[in-house]
């Protein structure tokens, strides 16, 4: 009976992907295809979550074969990230694993599927990444330079050079851009998971408040070390320059998160407003180099100094 239910889901769910693939893949609508990258990977979870990490995996090898006879060969790097990043969230919740585990290990499926991708693009279509990459930006560049040298200005040929130094080195982070992707296309995949499978089966699936999250006491060192590691190896070539400025990028990030979580348990202690939060988050999306710096100092010393005990202490 188990295994008969097994297959029934199984079938119905990959049915539901493969016209959820078909969608994305020809009607090219912007706002509809955003929505679907995201929500692809929910029956993945959803089939994990009922029967676990492996029932998964052979779900799907299952889509994979058919999404790449049903539709084209280019839809299998987007099964292949979506069932990864899917089934890993899914084999997560399967073992009672809370909000925050799950996200972890959601992001290291979506990391190691965009991956797989990049590899995968490679050598099945002969797609160079880095030479794509390296093209837009000198696409970016030139036409940002037009654009300066028609408006004039002293100060134009520095701030062209400015511009060009910062985007060449665009493809050294590339190794962190794809672990910050993998982690937001978790998080909004497992929103969307928790909120549809909540809404079908009751589930009682929920991320903690953001004033509760807690990141360990090693995310410093990790920070600190690759900061070192920055100053060490400055001449931008290299796999240790290379490996600290992406971790440096990743970790600076989690800091951010810590910060905001801060931000808001202190909002809560203090009764402000919810408003002060929120405006918190404004602030650091329309004046970044400013307060996301003052958001990441917050973060280092929430997590390297008991202020939330001594606050709730004080209390």
């Known amino acids: ?17 493969l016209v959820m693939l078909l969608i994305l893949l ?3 609508i912007p ?5 679907l990258m995201f929500a692809l990977p929910i029956p993945f979870v959803i089939y994990s979550y009922h029967f676990g990490f ?8 299952g889509a994979t074969v058919l999404a790449s006879v049903v539709a084209t060969v280019f839809s299998f790097p987007v099964t292949l990230l979506s069932g990864l990043g899917g089934v890993s969230l899914g084999g997560a919740m399967y073992n009672k694993r809370n909000a925050y585990e799950t996200w972890i290990s ?30 837009a930006i000198d696409q970016s560049i030139s036409m940002t330079e037009d654009v300066l040298t028609s408006i004039g200005g002293e100060e134009t040929e520095a701030t062209v050079q400015m511009i060009r130094e910062q985007m060449e080195s665009l493809p050294d982070y590339l190794p962190g851009i794809l672990a ?9 995949s497992q929103w969307l998971s928790y909120k549809l499978l909540n809404r079908l089966e009751k589930a009682g699936l ?41 971790v440096s990028l990743l970790t600076g990030m989690l800091l951010i998160f810590q910060g905001f979580s801060f931000i808001f348990f202190y909002s809560r202690e203090k009764q402000w407003p919810k408003a002060v939060p929120i405006m918190a988050i404004i602030l650091s999306v329309l004046l970044p180099q ?26």
């Open 31 to 35: 706002i509809i295809g955003t929505f």
């Open 180 to 188: 910050v992707t993998g982690i937001v296309m978790a998080l909004i």
């Open 26 to 28: 020809f009607l090219p």
């Open 54 to 61: 492996r029932p998964g995996l052979v779900m799907l090898v």
């Open 106 to 135: 959601g992001s290291l499926g979506f990391i190691g599927g965009l991956v797989a991708v990049y590899v995968l693009t490679q050598l099945l279509f002969g797609l160079n990444w880095m030479e794509e990459i390296q093209r």
């Open 206 to 246: 929920f991320f903690p408040p953001v004033r509760e999250m807690r990141l360990p006491v090693s995310i410093l060192w990790y920070y600190f070390i690759a900061m070192i590691l920055n100053l060490i190896f400055m001449d931008g070539e290299g796999i240790w320059y290379m490996a600290a400025v992406n």
């Open 290 to 315: 400013l307060f996301l710096y003052l958001v990441r100092i917050l973060g280092i010393i929430d997590i390297g100094f008991p202020l939330r005990d001594k606050v709730e202490k004080k209390k």
């Open 1 to 17: 009976m188990k295994n008969t239910k097994q297959i029934t889901e199984g079938a119905l769910l990959t049915g539901i992907y």
